[in-house]
């Protein structure tokens, strides 16, 4: 827990110059006044089958965003045997696309990579690897995306593929991805690496393992503190470094059939994982391919519809709309809400099981929308198009989610003058109650949740709980977007 505050402590730094109190009744709110946001740091490992090719589209749409540090493109059987080159063919078309888009996405965001920048960060990791569940399966033949596939494989173990040597199809381990991550994990960045885990994390293992050889204990450990790991599953078996692939099995939160674990060193554990163990299937028929063509280059490339791994970075463009703190992955968010897995694996793991998925689906229709009006940055120029609403909290206009702390009983107020639409379009606000992201187990109820200004009572049995409180403001464009701030109560 420590070890979480110390780097949300880092991550606000650059953008909190100045940390202040503010007075509510007789309550405070620990809230940044900075206007300027850091931006996100960001590794992707992707395996570029269809649907990570729509994810990265639609990624690139919101890339000012994010510090985009690599793209390691790796195949993964049953798509791509290690001798195909689709996959990266795939991104490379993608990227492409961008830079024949981007001098018209400039005209909306200065903050676009230029196309150079994107194709430094982009290499070739070492594969393939079966997908978990069909590690021991040996064999596929069936349709992906509109492609009939067929595909065979032995054993697989975790030494054959990690480590010193080549690997059973005669390859170096080390591929140019993995050597490339050595340079991003050595940045004197003190920033979270939000890893997104869409694919290929054999490659990642990897560099893992060498980075370890090389500069030592101490770096490692450091290393491994400022790693956030989002799995979409857990992709293949090398996931086994990082946490017990028996345990995760055991746990009867994903099928992943025989497959078993094959690694017998110490694992070791990363600052933060995050295993999505089945959510994210909602994305896979989200958009429709109809609905994003027709939209510039990029979207000519949009296939099949579905998006599987595109949670991996909502709960960060969420962030940035004021929905939730990103190194909370409890608060909720738009890449879905995560529980402990519990005391047989390590502080600071998640997974969605035993989460209904409804957490990720009840903000579809706000995620859907963004995309929507980003997809019209490649056809019209920046006053015609929507934007967010900014929302300000008693005069805070941060993104920051607000602590409150507060005494049993206490009466709260809270105002959102100041709260504007760059449009100049209607707003509704709408106060709302987020019972299963708090500890607090009864109701609170809102009196009047359209109103632009609140008073509470803090209820009385609060004790140590937490209530989470949502403010979510539309605006009347087309479509419509959305901004939030989250206030969360808790007791002195």
Known sequence: MLKRHLYRSLFTHCTCKAAVWVLIGIGTIGACFAQKNEKYRVVIMTDMTHDDGNSLIRYLYYAPYFD???????????????????????????LEAYQQERPQLLKHDAGFPAYEALQKITKKGRGALPIIWLTNEKKFAANIAGRY??????DIRFADWIGEGTNPNGESKDSEGSEYLQQVFNKPDDRPIFVQMWGGPITFVQALYRYRQRQGE???????????????????????????????????????????????????????LLHDTGHFWQYISVMKDSEVKGHGPMSALYDHGGEGDTPAFLYLLSAVRGLNDPLDPTQG???SRFSPMGSEFPEGYYHTCGVDKTELARWIPEVKNSFMNRLQYSTKGPKEVNHEPVVVVNGDKSRQ??????????????????????????????????????????????????????????????GDKQIHLVLEVKDSGTPSLVSYRRVILSAK
Not at 68 to 90: C, M, R, S, V, Y
Not at 245 to 256: E, F, G, M, R, T
Not at 426 to 454: C, M, V
């Open 149 to 154: 596939v067929e595909s065979s494989w032995g």
């Open 68 to 94: 985009t540090e690599a793209i390691i493109i790796t195949q993964q059987l049953p798509d791509f045997t290690h001798k195909q080159d689709g996959p990266w063919q795939k991104g490379q078309a993608i």
């Open 333 to 335: 968010s738009w890449g």
């Open 218 to 272: 101490e770096k490692f450990n450091k290393l491994l503190g400022k790693l956030h790991v989002f799995g979409i599953l857990l992709q293949d078996i090398t996931f086994d470094y990082l946490v017990d692939l028996d345990k995760v099995k055991a746990s009867k939160c994903i099928d992943i059939r025989t497959t078993r674990s094959t690694y017998d060193g110490e694992r070791v554990k990363a600052g933060w």
């Open 401 to 462: 989610v607000l602590h409150l702390k507060v005494r049993p009983g206490q009466q709260i107020r809270l105002n959102t003058k100041g709260t504007s639409d760059p449009d100049n379009d209607q707003l509704t606000h709408r106060w709302f109650y987020y019972k299963e992201a708090g500890t607090y187990p009864n109701d609170f109820s809102i009196q009047d949740p359209a109103a632009e200004t609140q008073q509470w009572q803090v209820p009385a049995d609060l």
